[in-house]
């Protein structure tokens, strides 16, 4: 390295670090005092939408709805008359808190090296401070799921997490919410100029998918050595993690997008016996039958993208949540969680996937219940979040508007019944230059 290139390397490195400083926001208090939001339109999701309604939070859950409630002694009362209360956003796959700065590779922690990491879990690698999730709740997503990505087969287990906290055990929902499974890519390059044969590239293939068959087959051998009467066996971490999944009590995620990869997976799951869901799902709209008939709900991520093929409608992801929904297929809608590996923070941005679903065919209700109660069911939460209902998690948002609107501001949230600060880094840069562009408007005049 040349040394007249350290002072610029220097500042490069002082420019990184600064990005990384800890968020400005701190989390809220918890509290057990009551408190009334007043007045609003509450959308509730799950049922009719009430106008001029109130909603009373306690103990960090919903505690009433109704009409003029009763207010209770020592209660908090919040006037919201002619805004609009939804239940929080719900990210369904996201890199959230495992990724800051995609140029700076400290601060990303989103996968491990390996083909096979069944023991890696994201929870513990979850970073409280993280700038992204003020700027994403800001937009109203209150609950993610943080997801390891990965170039690998077998990525570890995801992490529920709701978006306010001081350290990673703060955050957690779920600590283990899903087995990720990504499916090997099954089509094969021939352009002539493609560096691997097209022989080479089937081998490949070939081997990843027997990979992932041998990986499960092992587990299966260590459960059943582990729960026979013989010899005690050596622990191993990997078939360990893997033991609630034979078991049942934790999913599968399976990553796949093409029509070929999502027929393999579904056919190795039922070889498996296990209860998968896709996400990704691009081509899940030339597989409805299939879908249908084994019961598999998708996280189709994203909806803005483009075409698969060339010979695609040009709006064939634009219309796919719409043509799961007329087939009778369980979906929810994300942003593509892999755009976390740039630092994008396009979690704030999972209102419009919605928004550009209901602009091509599916009915605008059904495309709001598809990043709340929807996302809530499929990730195991339906009964605690995703939907206003007596009961259920104070996590909600108070808007001016449709959610899956741009102009709409989010203007309170709520996170088991606390005031969450909804100021971020992108508002505080928005007002610095503000005041830049208007003291440029007063020097002219």
Known sequence: MRSNNLPALLALFLAGAAGLGA????PAVR??????LRGATVHTVSGADLPVTDVLLQDGKIAAIGVKLVVPAGATIVEVTGKHIYPGLISAYTGMGLTELGSVRGSV??????????NARAQPALNADSEHIPVSRSNGILTALSVPLTTGLVAGTSTLIR?????WEDLTLRSAA???VYWPRLSVNRDPSFPRSAGEQQKTIDENVRKIRDAFATARAYLK???????PIDSDSRWEAMIPVLKGDLPVFVHATEMTQIESAVAWAKTEKLKITLVGGLDAWRVLDLLKANDIAVIVSPVTALPLRREDPFDAPFTNPAKLHAAGVRFCIANDGASAEMGTMADRNLPYEAGKAASYGLPPAEALKAITLYAAQILGVGAELGSIEIGKRATLIVTDGDPLEIPTRVEQAYIDGARIDLSNRHLRLYEKYQKKYEQQKASKS
């Open 23 to 26: 968020s400005d926001n701190v």
């Open 31 to 36: 509290s057990t005092k009551p408190l009334l």
């Open 109 to 118: 922690d989103l996968a491990e090296t390996g083909l096979l990491n069944p």
């Open 163 to 167: 978006m306010d906290g001081w350290t």
């Open 178 to 180: 899903a087995l990720h």
């Open 225 to 231: 050595a582990k729960e026979g009467a013989g010899k």
